[in-house]
């Protein structure tokens, strides 16, 4: 399996809304990518709960069978529409593999 885990942080202030309004949206439309993508095979995503400042504000583990599921995903529209948003309301990105 593959693992995809993303982290954010997000801007205090975005689209009109605060970072917990927008964590939350982002918690909402990662979370629907499931049932919009048949090849996630698993998929965790959560808000921070602490105030360290060194802690990002959203994170996100996915799974694939394989690297090409994986490329797939990156491409799929559902996930492109959700990556629009995100860059809109995101400071700073981190990924492994």
């Known amino acids: 399996m593959v693992r995809h885990v993303v982290l954010w942080k997000l801007k205090d202030q975005a689209e009109g809304r605060?970072?917990?309004e927008n964590a939350r949206i982002?918690?909402?439309?990662l979370s629907?990518?499931?049932e919009s993508i048949p090849f996630i095979r698993q998929l965790?995503?959560?808000v921070n709960v602490t105030g360290s400042p060194d802690a990002a504000d959203v994170a996100l583990c996915i799974?694939?069978?394989s690297l090409a599921d994986q490329e797939a995903y990156q491409q799929?529209?559902?996930h492109q529409r959700v990556v629009g948003f995100i860059r809109t309301v995101r400071t700073e990105r981190?990924?492994?593999?």
């Open 26 to 29: 982002m918690v909402s439309m």
């Open 32 to 34: 629907e990518l499931r």
């Open 18 to 20: 605060s970072k917990a």
């Open 94 to 97: 981190r990924v492994v593999d």
């Open 44 to 46: 965790e995503v959560g």
């Open 76 to 78: 799929h529209p559902a």
């Open 63 to 65: 799974g694939f069978d």
